[in-house]
Each structure stands twice: as structure tokens, then as C-alpha cells.
């Protein structure tokens, strides 16, 4: 659970900060490099806290199907909220040497996250399969950032406007992700919750089959 509430946060982060590039693309002030840099330290951190948490935590596995689930519910090293930590520090500590680096640092992050989402997927795909719509949206996040890295040309004369939007599709799809992931869990966790009542019952049933046939004979 702390895991899902830290994808809503992180997500929750991309859509304030695509929006503000989106609104304030065209203003070079320090406020607003000072403040992303504050929202992504505050998720890096959070992130970062909570996957340590949850990776130290006891589980008890009591069926064969709860086993699985434990074993691929295991949190993935959380690579986006390490970035998002540096990303911050430096954007809030130093925005004014930085500032010409700032679609270069953006495409990094979103890079970052798209092979966060990917990892993601690659879990649940030990649960049940992943349709081609889900891979194809990080590859989108992935592809952007890479080009705002290697040629910040392409995306035109306004590269912030363009991550931006990336941002906030980034947000929109780790949602999802994460809905879909909660689905998929609790459909699981239903599954170990009745094989349990299953075995229960057989071993009370089992006793009575016995008496009954010792009566018989």
C-alpha cells in the first residue's frame, strides 16, 4: 500500500511540474527552477524512504499462491525517485548554473521513469500478461527524453513545452499502471483467500469421510 500511495505522489509531482513548464516555459526565473527542484527532492526522498521500508519488512507467506504474490510484489529499486533526489538537490542548490542544462536534465529524468515504468511491467507480466498499450506509453516518455538529451533541436523552438507534456503523460500512465497493478493484486490475494478456505475445509470434511466409513464396515 505504501508503494501504491508513493506511484500517486510521484505522478502527482510529474503533473505539477509539466504544468508549470507548460505555463511558464518562456520565463527564465529562478522561482521556478528553485521549485521544481523542491518537488522532485520531496519525491525522490519520499520514494527512496518508502522502498527501504517496505524492502525491510516482514511478510509472512502462508499458501503457495501468497508465496508468488509476496515474492513478485517485491518493490524494484526505485531508479526515477534516486534521480529525482540528485535532480533536486542541484536544481534547488545551484538554479542559476544549471539553467541552460534544464531540457538535457528533464529528458535524463524522463528517461529515468520510463525505465521505472518498464520495470513495473516487467513484474506484473510474472502475474498475468501485459498488452502492447502498456509498454508503448513509456516507450514515448523514453523516446522523448532521449531525443531532449541527444537532439533538443527536433522538438522545436519550445523543448520545455514538449517535456511538459511528456510530464503530464508520464502522470497519466503511472496511474494507470498502478490502478492496474492494484487489480491484478487483489484479484490474486482473493484467489490465496479462497484456496485457503479450500484446504480448511477439506481437512475439516476429511475426519467425517473417516467415521462414516468406520461405521459402514
Do not use: H
Not at 505539477?16 to 522532485?40: C, D, H, M, P
Not at 499458501?63 to 518493490?75: L, R, V
Not at 541527444?150 to 523543448?159: E, F, N, V
Not at 500512465?173 to 477439506?202: G, H, L, P, W, Y
Request: proline content about 4%.
Amino acid at each position: 500500500m505504501k508503494l501504491i500511495q508513493t506511484s500517486f505522489f510521484r505522478a502527482a509531482v510529474a503533473l505539477i511540474v509539466g504544468a508549470l513548464l507548460i505555463k511558464y516555459r518562456q520565463e527564465t526565473v529562478t522561482w521556478l527552477t528553485v521549485s521544481i527542484g523542491v518537488l522532485f527532492f520531496l519525491s525522490g526522498l519520499i520514494t527512496c524512504i518508502v522502498y527501504y521500508v517496505s524492502l525491510r519488512a516482514d511478510r509472512p507467506m502462508t499458501t503457495d499462491i501468497s508465496e508468488k504474490i509476496q515474492t513478485d510484489s517485491k518493490p524494484t529499486f526505485p531508479i526515477a525517485g534516486l534521480g529525482s533526489l540528485i535532480l533536486g538537490v542541484i536544481l534547488a542548490l545551484a538554479p542559476y548554473t544549471i539553467s541552460d542544462w534544464m531540457t538535457s536534465i528533464l529528458g535524463a529524468i524522463l528517461i529515468l521513469g520510463s525505465i521505472g515504468q518498464y520495470a513495473s511491467l516487467a513484474g506484473l507480466t510474472k502475474l498475468i500478461r501485459i498488452r502492447l498499450f502498456y509498454w508503448l506509453m513509456p516507450s514515448v516518455v523514453f523516446l522523448v527524453g532521449l531525443i531532449s538529451i541527444i537532439k533538443p533541436d527536433w522538438l522545436g523552438t519550445a523543448p520545455l513545452f514538449i517535456i511538459g507534456w511528456t510530464m503530464m503523460l508520464y502522470s497519466i500512465v503511472e496511474c494507470i499502471n498502478t490502478f492496474k497493478a492494484m487489480n491484478i493484486r487483489r484479484r490474486i490475494a482473493r484467489q490465496a483467500s479462497q484456496s485457503q478456505q479450500d484446504a480448511v475445509s477439506v481437512t475439516e470434511t476429511q475426519p467425517m469421510e473417516e467415521i462414516q466409513r468406520e461405521t459402514t464396515v
